[in-house]
């Protein structure tokens, strides 16, 4: 499983033009689900982004958790994290889970989410979205559950 987490002013998802969900300050978590990821992923994941220390205490110095800070988390399926580029000029996402499959872990990652922060918000899977952000910092963290098991 992959994730890009942003630290964020405010976020939005905007579906047909219309503001489906939104976000004052916190992270905007992408969620990429590969084939055999398992709720061990999404578990490891979503643990190492609520205590991820991205935000800045009284000195300045990025030390708080969004757990710190009691800030909100909106989450965004994005099969794109998964495009492989090495050849051509097109990506391919043969590694992407399919999407039944992933929307399972996606939804499981939101369900464990839900418990977890202030606020919780979320993209619509498999739908067309227009995501905006207010990047702070800007702060961007990748993060790949198969690079730490």
């Known amino acids: 499983m992959r994730a890009v987490i942003q630290r964020v002013d405010r976020a939005c998802v905007r579906i047909n033009s219309q503001v489906y969900s939104f976000i004052n300050r916190g992270v905007l978590v992408l969620l990429g689900v590969e084939k055999d990821d398992s709720e061990k992923d999404a578990d490891y994941i979503l643990e190492k982004t ?3 220390r991205i935000f ?6 990025m030390n708080l958790s969004l757990l710190d800070i ?6 965004v399926s994005q099969f794109t994290l998964l495009g492989d580029c090495i050849k051509g000029r097109r990506p391919s996402f043969t590694g992407a889970e399919e999407p039944g499959r992933a929307n ?7 369900g464990k989410a839900v418990s977890r922060v202030k606020k919780l918000a979320c993209g619509k899977f498999q739908e067309m979205m ?3 952000l207010i990047n702070n910092g800007p702060v961007t963290i990748l993060l790949d559950s198969r690079k730490s098991f």
């Open 70 to 75: 009691g800030g909100e988390m909106m989450v």
């Open 56 to 61: 800045e205490d009284d000195q300045g110095k």
């Open 104 to 110: 399972v872990l996606y939804e499981y990652f939101v």
């Open 50 to 52: 609520v205590h991820l």
């Open 130 to 132: 227009e995501v905006e």
